[in-house]
């Protein structure tokens, strides 16, 4: 059973940061492999935000370029969201997602069949 547990959510005010932290446990990593950073809003859509791969691929949503940073430490099985200039509009629940089988994943969430629990950021303005 593939297990994600989110943390390092909280509330910050605009301009701060936060990292985000996704523990996997249950299976080891294959040859090949995506894992992302989603978020959704009240109201909203979930919504890509930065997604990495087997082979160091790393793509962002326009929206957060330049201010968030996504990485991944292989020994830890651990993923990684570090997020900063933080905006009031950043704020949703954050949800990390996994795809062990294939890499070359973009942001659709049909792509990822592993799910995490969500943590809660919150940014003041």
């Known amino acids: 059973q593939v297990q994600l547990v989110e943390s390092g959510g909280g509330s910050v005010q605009a301009g701060g940061s936060l990292r985000l932290s996704c523990a996997a446990s249950g299976y080891t990593y294959y040859s090949t492999y995506c894992m992302g950073w989603f978020r959704q809003a009240p109201g909203k859509e979930r919504e890509g935000v930065a997604s990495?791969?087997?082979?160091?691929?790393?793509r962002y949503a326009d929206s957060v370029k330049g201010r968030f940073t996504i990485s991944q430490d292989n020994a830890k099985n651990t993923l990684y969201l570090q997020m900063n200039t933080l905006k009031p509009e950043d704020t949703a629940m954050y949800y990390c997602a996994a795809n062990p089988l294939r890499a070359g994943c973009y942001f659709y969430t049909t792509e990822y069949p592993y799910w995490g629990q969500g943590t809660q950021v919150t940014v003041g303005s």
């Open positions: 990495i791969d087997s082979r160091d691929r790393i």
